[in-house]
């Protein structure tokens, strides 16, 4: 005891508990590129000074690139873009700036800004991790994130599967190689701040962090505040059930690849559909298992789930569990789901 | 659908949509005895007016008690419990009032006065089917009831257990062959005050439902009114959630008591203890399907979970995980669960 005290004595806490959740993770801690996603507020400005202290005190022996993305939204974006590069080389850190129409790709795809920027920011960090040979790219989302996204979330009348809380680790996008590490998600913001303020680094203050025009804003600011005077541990609570629901998610999930996988009807190569699924298969399962086989099988068909709400699962649900057959069920994207012979067909919007 | 619409044309929309619930939970319509739980609030008061005009039209034909309890915790509770005499009698039902002492309750069990008080009375409802002959008790909860449970056990930081909706139908307790249902589930409370107001029909107001030391009051009053500034329809996103955890959490439950039947060992005659559990088959199991085996475990050996946390389980998992036997993990309520030679055996408080 008394000698790992000393061993750590020069280690901040912050960095003490970031090195843990490092180990945890099995992330590389020599020999490997990350890049690591810093917009200048105090949490990613925190995760970079927390791997600064690590690599300054020989725990971190890694080639480390700042990622950042100016969304060009706010007139002081530019500005935010510069701060971050100047922060990253004066901890001796190489420092990616990317750029983006937030606002033309909002236009093209119906997102509205907020996840057209997270879509692009996504975008960005991949092609940086890409270009420079990282197969991680951490961020800095804290508990106080994981509990204001599940109260969105709950507001919107999710499922579990939506309730379930951010991973640590996920990779960035369905079926990449590049995995998101989120380091940071058992550290309240507050802890952030404060160790920033022991560092005595400066920190972007996001204006849309004040915007109540903003959910999350509102959230953050009446919400939890509100919830805090029913268990001032809430934000804690919050993402401990989170953490509990995506461990059931993950379960029933598993459950229901293994139905869709027993359900898949070899397809008859005569014919140009698409994997057809046996009805009474699916007929027999439960319904947490059967609605949640019934997504993963229209996300392999359509290539995404966009638009596509439990009453579709629903509404699918009724068509393999009713008697008459030759019904169907028109999804938000034009594609058709229809029953015919004791099948279920997926038809895409072009067929 | 002009016939249909011309047969029911007597009937208030909540009387329909009563008589709908009624069938799809199939209780009885004739020929048998039911009780009504009635607080003498809006809820209970329709629910009591509803069945009234059920039967005025001929759709049931029941014997019907209403069953009040005198809670004694308030001065008005003797007046309270006179008008619900008064009330019940009017519509042409017979009526018992029970009385209990919750102080002493609550002083002896250690549970606060609102368990203490529910306590009393779910037990005081059994009796009174039970002396009838009824079995089903039908209480008012509403809508409104099931989303201000979710965010109280929300904020407590429940699993999807506890975050589950509150059936429409389930034994009074468990093991019991009398059934409470709940017919109100899918009505907001507006709608029973509403329906009181057109039946011309006063309801009690109990003072406690403005008493902001209660969290349920405070959820009604603050929270509620917040969260739908977010979502218009947040009651009704609540209350779709919780039904959907609660599937989750069945489906869940009914994998966990599949893999408790599977790990218990056949009892060796010789000794003493209770079934003890396959160490191995646990050890392979998800963590979500492993936690409820162990609480399904703990509750029939014990007779109960009170006090039991998720913490405990969690401690008895790392228990079967881990290398080394003849480790021990304390229960809260003095019991213990033991790992030797490969088994999980449970030694109640008193061994």
Redesign the interface.
């Known amino acids: 005891m008394e000698r790992r005290h000393y061993k750590n004595v020069r280690l901040s806490q912050f960095a003490r508990h970031l090195m843990a959740e490092w180990r945890r993770l099995k992330l590389p801690t020599s020999n490997d590129s990350i890049v690591v996603a810093v917009s200048g507020g105090a949490d990613s400005t925190a995760l970079l000074l927390g791997i600064e202290e690590l690599s300054a005190k020989g725990k971190l022996s890694l080639h480390v690139r700042v990622a950042h993305l100016d969304h060009g939204l706010r007139a002081a974006s530019r500005k935010d873009a510069k701060f971050v590069k100047t922060l990253g080389q004066e901890l001796g850190f190489e420092v990616t700036v990317g750029r983006a129409d937030v606002k033309e790709r909002a236009q093209k795809t119906g997102d509205n800004l907020e996840q057209a920027a997270r879509r692009e920011r996504y975008q960005f960090l991949e092609r940086t991790a890409r270009r420079k040979g990282a197969r991680y790219v951490l961020t800095g989302h804290t508990m106080d994130d994981q509990a204001e996204t599940v109260l969105l979330r709950?507001?919107?009348?999710?499922?579990?599967l939506g309730?379930g809380a951010m991973e640590a680790l996920r990779p960035i996008h369905k079926g990449s190689d590049i995995q998101l590490a989120r380091l940071l998600l058992d550290v309240r913001r507050s802890e952030t701040e404060d160790y920033c303020r022991r560092r005595k680094t400066a920190v972007l203050t996001d204006e849309m962090n004040e915007d109540q025009r903003f959910?999350r804003v509102?959230?953050r600011t009446?919400?939890l505040p509100?919830?805090h005077?029913?268990?001032n541990?809430?934000v804690?609570?919050?993402s401990?059930?989170a953490g509990?629901?995506r461990?059931?998610?993950?379960?029933?999930i598993?459950?229901a690849t293994d139905l869709l996988l027993s359900a898949i009807i070899p397809p008859d190569k005569s014919q140009t559909e698409l994997t057809p699924l046996d009805v009474n298969i699916l007929a027999k399962a439960?319904?947490?298992?059967r609605r949640r086989a019934l997504r993963l099988w229209i996300s392999e068909n359509q290539g995404h789930t966009r638009r596509l709400e439990?009453a579709h699962l629903k509404a699918v649900e009724r068509l393999l569990l009713g008697n008459s057959g030759g019904r169907v069920v028109e999804l938000p994207d034009g594609a058709k789901v229809r029953r015919r012979q004791g099948r279920l067909e997926f038809e895409a919007e072009n067929d």
Chains 1, 2 share one sequence.
Request: proline share 2%; net charge negative.
């Open positions: 709950l507001m919107r009348g999710s499922s579990s309730l959910a509102r959230v009446q919400l509100l919830m005077s029913f268990n541990r809430i804690e609570a919050l401990r059930t509990l629901l461990e059931d998610s993950d379960e029933l598993e459950r439960s319904s947490p298992v439990m």
